[in-house]
């Protein structure tokens, strides 16, 4: 069971990446348009600084990795967050297992 908890977390980490360039685009296209669009280009944006959070969590996960769980840096913490908030098989996966699967990013 953990095996397949963890190839389900791998799965849902291994999409951020392209969900990160497909919003990312979004609010690049929204932030030129006209500032009546600022409230479009701020929700756009969240997503893609989502995106960002996660994959600059690396480092933090590789020492979480490397402790066993011991040294836990705040930008794992905010990744870890972000990722069970949008979904819920990652709800289900152990802290280390999100953070090999950042790793494998």
Do not use: W
Not at 18 to 30: D, E, I, N
């Amino acid at each position: 069971m953990n095996r397949v908890t963890a190839r389900c977390a791998l799965l849902l980490i291994l999409s951020v990446p392209a969900f990160a360039q497909a919003s990312s685009f979004a609010g690049s296209s929204a932030g030129s348009a006209s500032a009546g669009s600022a409230g479009s280009s701020a929700s756009s944006d969240s997503s893609s600084g989502d995106d960002k959070l996660v994959l600059q969590a690396r480092d933090d996960a590789a020492g979480f990795v490397a402790s066993a769980g011991r040294i836990r840096g705040v930008q794992l913490e905010a990744a870890l967050r972000v990722l069970r908030e949008r979904n819920q098989q990652a709800q289900q996966a152990s802290d280390l297992q999100l953070a090999q699967a950042i790793l494998a990013l």
